[in-house]
């Protein structure tokens, strides 16, 4: 079924009024915001149950939804694999024995120089009377160097404290 032509000119600028109108309806849905852990943005109701529900019409820009990111399953992974972590395969008994072994080792290590170290800033340090050198004329700079001494040997008593904490955790 076709217009005459002299119909269709006429009815032109009415189809041009119309078509944009309708697509703008279509699109001109309210969007709610109602209230409630969580909030809810919807389309999908009706004034009267947005009213019941207290919830307010929400004007100017559109919502823009963005979905969840979906979560990703775990790969499977071997031990042999090279994306594998430390922690993702059992490791041996004896094998671990032996780590644990190494680990309690090198703590000792560690420790044994730190107490060493510690001993000698106290050595230096003289109960906070320390000898003063001779670009400390100024009594000033001597007693900040002794604050100096008495926070690092603090920090190193820490360090020490941490090192026996590690040390009686693998068991010694």
């Known amino acids: ?4 032509t002299s119909l269709a000119r006429r009815l ?4 041009v009024l119309l078509v944009p109108a309708t697509a703008l309806h279509a699109q001109d849905k ?8 969580p909030v809810l943005y919807t389309d999908a109701m009706s004034p009267q149950e947005a009213k019941d529900k207290g919830c307010r019409a929400i004007e100017g820009t559109p919502v823009t939804v963005i979905p969840a990111p979906r979560p990703r399953a775990p790969a499977a992974t071997t031990a042999s694999s090279p994306g594998a972590r430390p922690g993702d395969a059992r490791v041996d008994p004896a094998e671990q024995r032996a780590r644990d072994s190494d680990a309690r080792r090198i703590l000792g290590e560690e420790l044994r120089r730190e107490e060493e170290r510690l001993a000698t800033m106290k050595r230096e340090f003289n109960n906070g009377e320390p000898e003063r050198r ?3 004329r100024n009594f ?4 900040e160097r002794v604050a100096e001494m008495r926070a690092a040997i603090t920090r190193k008593e820490a360090d020490v404290a941490a090192l ?3 040390l009686a955790k693998l068991g010694s």
């Open 1 to 4: 079924m076709s217009l005459p």
């Open 12 to 15: 032109w600028p009415a189809w």
């Open 30 to 37: 309210t969007v709610y915001r109602c209230p409630g852990p």
């Open 134 to 136: 001779g670009d400390e």
């Open 140 to 143: 000033a700079k001597y007693q």
């Open 164 to 166: 026996k904490r590690e």
